[in-house]
Structures are given as structure tokens and as C-alpha cells.
């Protein structure tokens, strides 16, 4: 029990040591304890709770509730954008080589240190995107990669704000709420119905633009790995290790829901067009499998439709499942 108490108060002390003092006695920023337990009961909820209370319940029709929420996703992201930028990045004052942070009490300064605290509870948010696949009983959309980037997100970003909320770091918040502006719109459109889902082409483009956006963390953090920055070396390896992580998860999503199926829609038609021409030449020129002079039938290359969350976009997150080789076409919980 000693030692328990004992290692709590080093901790404490450790937190009171390097903490940002602006944002100490803000919410939620005391310990990161609250915050763990919060990722925590998020997992269990989605994992656990939420199948289990929907299992004998009707799917919620939500499609309403999902236009306001991706709404406001869209226009809190481009405020963040918009403070996250203003606050530094998009005045001249921050380098994109090295960036310390700015701990004074300076306008710039303090704006961004709120900036980031608000980035923070966006992650909070996030989560809903979750809640609502369980309240429409899309319980196959809740894939490890999602609850992953979900889960993880608020808790790590909890650090960033204690100890390093402006500097190199807040790149980071630049690009992913810039993602999720995109993101987010991309739902809003796909929520309103099957006479604008049509036109929503780029849908995997945006998986695209979101580990494009892991590729640029990684670069922007590990720089200061061979550049003398009075940053430290520990945000330089956890937000760096971050983007590593989720740059291999959307991969592993991007092919498993483009490329795989691309290829197999290319083997199949190989098959077909050989075995057609060779009932051609077994029936002298006799059409089979239901193609005229044994062409094969056209196999489309063309990926199915997919679920998608994202966020996530994460994704911003982007997570899929096929239903009897139809697609589900739902965005973010949204029945095309």
C-alpha cells in the first residue's frame, strides 16, 4: 500500500513538474486517470453494453439526428482549423522545421493553449460516431481500427495538452481537423439521400487523403529526431509512433476495401474470359455461360459500395462491410 501511494504522489508530482501551468485547473485536465476512464467505458459501451441493450431492439432510424451531427462536425473542425492556424501556423510566427512551445501568456500564445483543450473534447465527440452505428444495429461497422482510433485518441491528445498545447505538435490538430472538415462534409452530403449519394464518387479518396495526412506527421515529427529543436523528444516519438500506427491501420482498411476487391474482380474476369473461349472452341463457336460467342460476362472493377465511418477520420476515421456482395451504402451510419 506504501508503495502504491508512494508511486501516485511521483506521478503527481512528475504531472505538477512539466504540466503547462495554464490549463491545470482546467476540465478534465487535472489527472489523466479521468480521461483513461472515459476511453474505457467508451470500449465497453460499444463492445459490450450497446449490442447487448440493442440485441432484441429495432435499428434506430437516425437519419436527422446524423444531419445535424455531421453539421456540426463539419463547422466545430473548421473552427478548430480556423483557431489552430490563426493561433500561429497560418500567421508567419510557427516553423514547420522547429517549433517550441510557447509558454508565455502572450495572445498567440494562450489562444492556441484553448485551441488545443478544444481539440481535445472534439475527440470526445467523436465518439458519437460510434454510438450512433450501435443505435442503428451496424454493429459490423464497429471494426478494430475504429474503436482503435477512437479510443486512443482523447487520452493521447490529453498529454499533448498538458504539457506541450502549441509548438511543433499542434501540427498534428492542423491537419487532422482540416481531414475532418472534408470528412465530415462527405457524410453531411451522404445523410441527405440517395439523390446526392450518387454524386459522392470520392468516398475513397478520402481514405487516401487520411494516410496521406500520417505520411506528413511522420515526416513533420521525426525531423527533429537530426535537428537540434527545443522540443521534447518524447512528443517527438509519441506523436510520430501515432501517425506510424494509424498510417498502417488505414492500410490495411485501403486494401481490403479497394485493392483486394480489384484484384479479385480482375481474376474472375481472366477466369471467365478463358473458360468462355474455351466453350467456344469446345461447342465450334456455341456461346456458353450465357455469353454470346463465348465472350465472358463483364466483371466490373469497379469496388462496391462500402460503409464508411471514419473519422477516420480515423476517420477520420472508414470502416466497410459487405452484405451478400451488395453494398450497404451506408456513410457514417447513413442508409443510402
Same mark, same amino acid.
Given at each position: 500500500?506504501?508503495?502504491?501511494?508512494?508511486?501516485?504522489?511521483?506521478?503527481?508530482?512528475?504531472?505538477?513538474?512539466?504540466?503547462?501551468?495554464?490549463?491545470?485547473?482546467?476540465?478534465?485536465?487535472?489527472?489523466?486517470?479521468?480521461?483513461?476512464?472515459?476511453?474505457?467505458?467508451?470500449?465497453?459501451?460499444?463492445?459490450?453494453?450497446?449490442?447487448?441493450?440493442?440485441?432484441?431492439?429495432?435499428?434506430?432510424?437516425?437519419?436527422?439526428?446524423?444531419?445535424?451531427?455531421?453539421?456540426?462536425?463539419?463547422?466545430?473542425?473548421?473552427?478548430?482549423?480556423?483557431?489552430?492556424?490563426?493561433?500561429?501556423?497560418?500567421?508567419?510566427?510557427?516553423?514547420?522545421?522547429?517549433?517550441?512551445?510557447?509558454?508565455?501568456?502572450?495572445?498567440?500564445?494562450?489562444?492556441?493553449?484553448?485551441?488545443?483543450?478544444?481539440?481535445?473534447?472534439?475527440?470526445?465527440?467523436?465518439?458519437?460516431?460510434?454510438?450512433?452505428?450501435?443505435?442503428?444495429?451496424?454493429?459490423? @461497422?464497429?471494426?478494430?481500427?475504429? %474503436?482503435?482510433?477512437? +479510443?486512443?485518441?482523447?487520452?493521447?491528445? *490529453? #498529454?499533448?495538452? !498538458?504539457?506541450?498545447?502549441?509548438?511543433?505538435?499542434?501540427?498534428?490538430?492542423?491537419?487532422?481537423?482540416?481531414?475532418?472538415?472534408?470528412?465530415?462534409?462527405?457524410?453531411?452530403?451522404?445523410?441527405?439521400?440517395?439523390?446526392?449519394?450518387?454524386?459522392?464518387?470520392?468516398?475513397?479518396?478520402?481514405?487516401?487523403?487520411?494516410?496521406?495526412?500520417?505520411?506528413?506527421?511522420?515526416?513533420?515529427?521525426?525531423?527533429?529526431?537530426?535537428?537540434?529543436? @527545443?522540443?521534447?523528444?518524447?512528443? %517527438?516519438?509519441?506523436? +510520430?509512433?501515432?501517425?506510424?500506427?494509424? *498510417? #498502417?491501420?488505414? !492500410?490495411?482498411?485501403?486494401?481490403?476495401?479497394?485493392?483486394?476487391?480489384?484484384?479479385?474482380?480482375?481474376?474472375?474476369?481472366?477466369?471467365?474470359?478463358?473458360?468462355?473461349?474455351?466453350?467456344?472452341?469446345?461447342?465450334?463457336?456455341?456461346?456458353?455461360?450465357?455469353?454470346?460467342?463465348?465472350?465472358?460476362?463483364?466483371?466490373?472493377?469497379?469496388?462496391?459500395?462500402?460503409?464508411?465511418?471514419?473519422?477516420?477520420?480515423?476517420?477520420?476515421?472508414?470502416?466497410?462491410?459487405?452484405?451478400?456482395?451488395?453494398?450497404? +451504402?451506408?456513410?457514417?451510419?447513413?442508409?443510402?
Amino acid at each position: 500500500m506504501a508503495l502504491l501511494v508512494s508511486g501516485w504522489n511521483a506521478l503527481h508530482d512528475t504531472l505538477d513538474r512539466y504540466a503547462d501551468k495554464r490549463s491545470t485547473n482546467w476540465f478534465l485536465m487535472g489527472s489523466p486517470f479521468t480521461t483513461a476512464a472515459i476511453c474505457l467505458s467508451y470500449v465497453y459501451i460499444v463492445k459490450v453494453l450497446g449490442p447487448r441493450l440493442m440485441e432484441n431492439r429495432k435499428p434506430f432510424n437516425l437519419r436527422k439526428v446524423l444531419i445535424y451531427y455531421n453539421l456540426f462536425q463539419v463547422l466545430f473542425s473548421t473552427w478548430l482549423f480556423y483557431e489552430i492556424g490563426i493561433s500561429g501556423w497560418f500567421t508567419g510566427d510557427y516553423s514547420f522545421r522547429c517549433q517550441p512551445v510557447d509558454i508565455s501568456d502572450s495572445p498567440s500564445g494562450t489562444r492556441m493553449v484553448h485551441a488545443s483543450w478544444w481539440y481535445y473534447f472534439s475527440k470526445f465527440t467523436e465518439f458519437f460516431d460510434t454510438f450512433f452505428f450501435i443505435l442503428r444495429k451496424k454493429h459490423k @461497422n464497429v471494426s478494430t481500427l475504429h %474503436v482503435i482510433h477512437h +479510443g486512443i485518441m482523447p487520452f493521447s491528445v *490529453w #498529454f499533448g495538452v !498538458k504539457f506541450t498545447p502549441g509548438g511543433h505538435s499542434t501540427f498534428f490538430g492542423l491537419l487532422n481537423t482540416f481531414v475532418h472538415i472534408i470528412m465530415y462534409t462527405y457524410y453531411l452530403l451522404a445523410a441527405l439521400g440517395p439523390q446526392v449519394q450518387k454524386y459522392l464518387w470520392w468516398k475513397k479518396y478520402i481514405t487516401v487523403l487520411q494516410m496521406a495526412q500520417f505520411v506528413a506527421i511522420m515526416v513533420h515529427a521525426f525531423q527533429l529526431l537530426f535537428i537540434d529543436c @527545443n522540443y521534447p523528444r518524447a512528443f %517527438v516519438w509519441w506523436i +510520430g509512433m501515432h501517425a506510424v500506427m494509424f *498510417w #498502417f491501420l488505414f !492500410k490495411e482498411y485501403y486494401d481490403a476495401s479497394y485493392r483486394k476487391p480489384r484484384e479479385a474482380a480482375r481474376l474472375k474476369a481472366a477466369n471467365a474470359l478463358a473458360n468462355g473461349s474455351a466453350d467456344v472452341k469446345a461447342s465450334n463457336g456455341s456461346a456458353k455461360n450465357g455469353s454470346p460467342n463465348g465472350a465472358a460476362p463483364t466483371a466490373s472493377t469497379k469496388p462496391r459500395a462500402a460503409d464508411y465511418y471514419i473519422n477516420g477520420d480515423l476517420a477520420s476515421d472508414v470502416h466497410y462491410r459487405h452484405t451478400n456482395g451488395k453494398a450497404n +451504402g451506408t456513410t457514417n451510419g447513413t442508409t443510402a
